[in-house]
């Protein structure tokens, strides 16, 4: 954690950019497929709707502290706690592998601070798996390698069932090789068939 390091690891140079958050955070990850790539000075379209990375800082390029603080916070993985006046809490539970991640409440509040949650194509939010008219909870909860994800309020990843939808169980944060940060292709909806089952 930050909390760790010294001062001058991060403020030895004149700016602060995600160059330097690289410096750790990287080796980890190829991003050279990812869709946004990394890119250095370039701008980054984000293909998500109404969002403008300009929204965080005034700038065109998307960076790690547009959404992450440098320093550490209350919110899990470091998330902003304010972003554009909106007061944001993010709990969850952190893997060390990065793979199962257990997210509890907060992230669909801290994505729609910038992202409108109102568009045409939106899925709602906030509504529990088990029991809606529309998805089958079995459909999705027998299925081993499940593409997409659920928020877990209770944080014990074998209690699903009050299993909620929430913006990462069909997006990505950080970029995949789908449009619109999907975890999957749009075209064949194989994500929706994770919940939907077709009549």
């Not at 929204?55 to 502290?65: D, P, S, V």
């Not at 991640?101 to 529990?128: D, K, L, W």
């Not at 014990?156 to 169980?169: E, G, H, K, Q, S």
């Amino acid at each position: 954690m930050h909390d760790k390091m010294e001062c001058t690891e991060c403020h030895k140079r004149a700016k602060l950019d995600y160059l330097l958050c690289l410096k750790c955070h990287d080796k980890k990850v190829d991003t050279s497929g990812l869709t946004p790539p990394y890119s250095l000075n370039n701008d980054i379209d984000l293909s998500s709707g109404s969002f403008d990375p300009s929204n965080f800082t005034g700038h065109k390029i998307h960076q790690c502290l547009n959404c992450h603080d440098s320093h550490d916070n209350d919110n899990y993985r470091n998330l902003k706690a304010n972003i554009s006046g909106h007061q944001i809490r993010v709990n969850g539970i952190g893997d060390p592998l990065y793979q199962d991640n257990i997210y509890i409440s907060g992230m669909s509040g801290f994505c729609s601070a910038c992202h409108e949650t109102n568009q045409a194509h939106s899925h709602p939010v906030n509504v529990r798996i088990f029991g809606s008219k529309q998805a089958d909870y079995d459909n999705w909860a027998r299925k081993p390698s499940r593409l997409s994800i659920a928020e877990i309020p209770t944080g014990n990843a074998n209690d699903i069932l009050d299993a909620r939808v929430f913006c990462m169980t069909c997006h990505v944060a950080h970029g995949g090789p789908f449009k619109n940060l999907l975890r999957w292709a749009s075209r064949d909806k194989e994500g929706c068939l994770e919940c939907h089952v077709k009549n």
